[in-house]
């Protein structure tokens, strides 16, 4: 069954920086057509849009507002692997942080709300703390 596997998550102190990456499981499958998404959940709160990025035949990024500036989202369509590079960090960053791929090329303007993803991964833990 095809799944997205996020990675990079850990334990860093404020003001650091941390890269996650998607990628998908098993491999030969190319996230390529797909827009990607980096969601976060934190303890007690709900799901929140971090940022979203088209597939390259639309181009363009979106971010959430807790995170423009900071965050940084990329892909590699050669590795089917999408980054999400995360500088400035601070303790409300902290939280699991899914990516998901949806079978529209382009983000969407609700791409922070829906749920209709195609596909998900199961998360990584990021933890800002000293």
């Known amino acids: 069954q095809l799944q997205l596997v996020e990675s990079g998550g850990g334990l860093v102190q404020p003001g650091g920086s941390l890269r996650l990456s998607c990628t998908v499981s098993?491999?030969?499958?190319?996230?390529?057509?797909?827009?990607m998404v980096w969601f976060r959940r934190a303890p007690g709160k709900e799901r929140e849009g971090v940022s979203c990025?088209?597939?390259?035949?639309?181009?363009?990024?979106k971010y959430g507002d807790d995170v423009k500036g900071r965050f940084a989202v990329s892909r590699d369509n050669d590795l089917d692997t999408v980054y999400l590079q995360m500088n400035s960090l601070k303790s409300e960053d902290t939280a699991i942080y899914y990516c998901?791929?949806?079978?529209?090329?382009?983000?969407?303007?609700?791409?922070?709300?829906?749920?209709?993803?195609?596909?998900w991964g199961q998360g990584t833990q990021v933890t800002v703390s000293s």
């Open positions: 998901a791929a949806d079978s529209n090329p382009g983000c969407s303007v609700d791409w922070a709300s829906k749920g209709d993803y195609a596909f």
């Open positions: 098993p491999s030969g499958f190319t996230l390529g057509y797909y827009a």
């Open positions: 990025i088209s597939s390259t035949i639309s181009g363009g990024t």
